[in-house]
């Protein structure tokens, strides 16, 4: 039973997102020292000035031993809710994380340069190549007219916090987006091109290329293949009648091999769930899950395992 305690709580660490991230906390010294930076910021006078003071701390975060300590936290603690165990991005769910993102960026949101909930884990490609300072908001909240903000040195303080880019922290891209399973590619699930939700999913999808990055689409394929593998993989685990059996479908840790019979499918099972919840791209997963009443081949799967619906 101890051993069934460990999978679990393995499985249920794992956290994930293009979809929502799950919520997280920080340890309340690490987040007193990002409101003292932030409040350092808040402080100044005029836009200009905080603008520039933001660039100023965040180029020095790792300048003394207690701030490079603070911030190796919360790039170990944004790896939480990075994907799967190898902490990929959290934009493109493929390459490996390797930077903090600021949703809003600090150059135009120097009011959230330091506050937590702004910060996201992600590879050097989505943060540095695509979405960079990029960043639209609406006019007000009662319209769809957009606002492109770009980061000059007029030094113009955004007239809101109103963004069409999707915030993964606080909102489910899939909310806006729906995945072809097929050909791998990202809709938008609004189909009247004058709402804002339909330019938030242009927006978002444009903006980190999502579609146009032909090693993502072909990713996002060969992960719908690799889910259906697993999928199969987990049915014949239940289907199994010896340990024999089961070694031939799945590959036992030590931890499996040494427990009784009785036992053994159940582990192998929640060893084959941890495995779901470390792969890539998890939006193709929450997609399949969606749409397993259209798709007649993944119907005839979940439903011999109609748990599985309920994973994360």
Same mark, same amino acid.
């Given at each position: 039973?101890?051993?069934?305690? /460990?999978?679990?709580?393995? #499985?249920?660490? +794992?956290? %994930?997102?293009?979809?929502?991230? $799950?919520?997280?906390?920080?340890?309340?010294?690490?987040? $007193?020292?990002?409101?003292?930076?932030?409040?350092?910021?808040?402080?100044?006078? =005029? %836009?200009?000035?905080? +603008?520039?003071?933001?660039? /100023?701390? @965040?180029? $020095?975060?790792?300048? =003394?031993?207690?701030?490079?300590?603070?911030?190796?936290? /919360?790039?170990?603690?944004?790896q939480k809710i990075a994907i799967g165990d190898k902490h990929y991005c959290n934009y493109c769910e493929a390459n490996l994380g390797t930077t903090i993102e600021h949703i809003y960026p600090r150059g135009l949101f120097p009011n959230k340069t330091f506050v937590w909930e702004n910060f996201l884990w992600t590879c050097k490609q989505c943060n540095g190549k695509h979405k960079v300072s990029q960043f639209q908001i609406f006019k007000n909240t009662n319209s769809s007219e957009i606002i492109n903000l770009v980061k000059d040195y007029s030094f113009v303080r955004p007239s809101n916090e109103d963004a069409v880019f999707i915030n993964p922290r606080v909102e489910n891209p899939l909310d806006y987006l729906q995945l072809d399973l097929e050909n791998g590619l990202f809709e938008i699930k609004e189909t009247n091109p004058d709402a804002r939700a339909y330019k938030r999913a242009f927006y978002t999808i444009e903006t980190l290329q999502l579609n146009a990055r032909k090693g993502l /689409? !072909?990713?996002?394929?060969?992960?719908?293949?690799? %889910?259906?593998?697993?999928?199969?993989? %987990?049915?014949? #685990?239940?289907?199994?009648?010896?340990?024999? !059996?089961?070694?031939?479908i799945f590959s036992l840790s030590n931890n499996v091999k040494k427990a009784p019979w009785e036992e053994q499918k159940k582990l192998a099972s929640l060893?084959?769930? =941890?495995?779901?919840?470390?792969?890539?791209?998890?939006? +193709? @997963?929450?997609?399949?899950?969606?749409? +397993?009443?259209? #798709?007649?081949?993944?119907?005839?799967?979940?439903?011999?395992v109609p748990e599985t619906l309920d994973w994360a």
């Open positions: 039973m101890l051993l069934l305690f /460990v999978f679990f709580t393995a #499985i249920q660490a +794992v956290l %994930y997102s293009m979809i929502k991230t $799950n919520p997280t906390t920080i340890r309340k010294g690490i987040l $007193n020292h990002l409101q003292k930076l932030q409040g350092q910021i808040d402080a100044l006078p =005029t %836009y200009k000035a905080q +603008v520039k003071e933001a660039k /100023v701390l @965040w180029q $020095n975060k790792k300048k =003394t031993n207690p701030q490079k300590a603070a911030f190796n936290r /919360v790039e170990k603690e944004l /689409v !072909a990713n996002r394929q060969k992960a719908y293949q690799n %889910y259906q593998h697993l999928l199969q993989q %987990y049915i014949d #685990i239940q289907k199994s009648t010896s340990s024999e !059996a089961l070694m031939a060893e084959l769930q =941890t495995i779901f919840s470390n792969q890539a791209h998890p939006s +193709v @997963w929450k997609e399949m899950q969606r749409q +397993v009443a259209s #798709i007649p081949s993944l119907k005839k799967l979940f439903q011999q």
